[in-house]
């Protein structure tokens, strides 16, 4: 496994896989990587594919005030579990090789970028789609691996291909929990024993849900609303959305049908600290006479 800091090295790299006629898949991330990451190497490495990671903390996807300074970064760690996992390329450029001197576009996908976390954090999917864009570029894989817990992301970046005829495959990963169930994260490492057991009202709420989906509620507000409650009624938790939406346009859904999302974001608070923000969600698949055939 090669470690590359510099796009025209990385560029050379992915032509010496393509000479020897691999099909090239990238898993982008920002680092302190976890087993929701490494589930997505290996959706990749099924695929028989020659295997780029990228590890880039984002600046330009951060805020004033958020979390970019403090975001946990591990490299050597980091590596180690990719060299595991078998990836070929660690791609991981500083933020000068990303963005250097004179930099000027930005990539902005219309609609989606501002509502839900959008809303909550302006600026963040400007951030989000031009790295995805420039990262892309620089590959120029044949499919790239996103999860679905980051949903807003990744149904941004399948417009964006989309749009801009960047003819890769987006393929979307299952959201991979720890024992307890809330949803893995980097930046799970920040929540104190008592803030992680508050923030298990998440996947509860959305257990919840997916309980009364399946004993036939249909109607999308009915769902949130449940979840909303039991967040509300959660000590220590701040909601900032819950929202049921269409899976692939993201628009408001009124009832569940086709392929819909329960999006939840809220803040999980801290003894010491800024609150921890934590998205989470469950996927409804229905069939054409709209039977629920898929919780996940
Ligand atoms: P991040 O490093 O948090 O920017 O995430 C990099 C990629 O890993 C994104 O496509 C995320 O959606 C995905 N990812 C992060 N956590 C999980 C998880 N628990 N399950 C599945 N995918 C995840």
């Known amino acids: 496994m090669e470690i590359i800091s510099k796009t025209s090295r990385l560029r050379a790299a992915v032509a010496e896989l393509r000479k020897l006629g691999r099909t090239v898949g990238f898993v982008p991330t920002m680092g302190a990587l976890h087993h ?20 880039f903390v984002n600046p330009r996807q951060f805020a004033p005030g958020e979390d970019y300074e403090s975001y946990p970064r591990d490299l050597v760690a980091d590596c180690e579990m990719l060299r595991k996992e078998g990836v070929d390329l660690v791609f991981a450029p500083d933020a000068d090789e990303m963005y250097p001197p004179g930099f000027a576009t930005r990539v902005e996908v219309d609609g989606i970028s501002e509502i839900l976390i959008g809303a909550s954090r302006p600026g963040h999917f400007q951030g989000v789609a031009t790295v995805v864009c420039k990262l892309l570029c620089a590959v120029r894989p044949d499919f790239v691996v996103l999860g679905w817990k980051d949903a807003q992301q990744l149904v941004l970046v399948t417009r964006m291909v989309q749009d801009l005829d960047m003819g890769v495959e ?32 998440i996947p509860r709420a959305l257990a ?89």
């Open 170 to 201: 987006i393929v979307g990963a299952p959201i991979v929990r720890d024992g307890d169930g809330l949803a893995t994260s980097s930046r799970n490492a920040r929540l104190d024993p008592a803030a992680r057991s508050r923030a298990l009202a």
């Open 36 to 55: 929701g990451h490494a589930s997505l190497v290996r959706i990749a490495r099924e695929r028989q594919a020659a295997i780029v990671a990228s590890i």
């Open 208 to 296: 919840e849900a997916r309980r009364l989906a399946e004993a036939g509620e249909r109607s999308a507000a009915a769902l949130a609303g449940a979840v909303r409650t039991m967040l509300e009624e959660s000590p220590g938790l701040e909601v900032d959305h819950v929202e049921a939406v269409d899976a692939r346009t993201f628009a408001p859904a009124e009832e569940i049908r086709g392929s819909v999302l329960l999006l939840v974001a809220a803040r999980a608070s801290r003894a010491d600290g800024p609150a921890v923000l934590l998205l989470d969600n469950l996927r409804f698949d229905c069939n054409a006479s709209g039977a629920l055939v898929g919780v996940s």
